[in-house]
Nanobody, 124 residues
Framework: QVQLVESGGGLVQAGGSLRLSCVLSGRTFWLYTMAWFRQPPGKEREFVAGTVRSGGVTEYADSVNGRFTISRDNAKNTVYLQMNSLKPEDTAVYYC?????????????????WGQGTQVTVSS
């Protein structure tokens, strides 16, 4: 059974940085495409960033491109989301997702496994 556990969320001022981590257990990590989604208050869950099995291909939402970086360490079964130049509109619950597919998908229904989420709050 796959389990995803996120950590690293918190409260930060606008312009600050946070790094989120997500550990996958129960299966072979490198077989999974990994992604981060977020759900702002009162809104639908949206794609943030994704990376394929090798980490060689990444994809970002336009709203975070150039500010956020997704990376993975297959030896540690962990995917990261480095978030710089944070804005109040980045405030959301951030979720880690995993799928056995080969490509990064930007829709929630493409992902089989989800973490419980971690809150990120950016104050102005």
């Amino acid at each position: 059974q796959v389990q995803l556990v996120e950590s690293g969320g918190g409260l930060v001022q606008a312009g600050g940085s946070l790094r989120l981590s997500c550990v996958l257990s129960g299966r072979t990590f490198w077989l999974y495409t990994m992604a981060w989604f977020r759900q702002p208050p009162g809104k639908e869950r949206e794609f943030v960033a994704g990376t394929v099995r090798s980490g060689g291909v990444t994809e970002y939402a336009d709203s975070v491109n150039g500010r956020f970086t997704i990376s993975r360490d297959n030896a540690k079964n962990t995917v990261y989301l480095q978030m710089n130049s944070l804005k109040p509109e980045d405030t959301a619950v951030y979720y880690c997702a995993a799928d056995r597919g080969l490509n990064v998908h930007t829709t929630t229904y493409e992902y089989t496994y989800w973490g419980q989420g971690t809150q990120v709050t950016v104050s102005s």
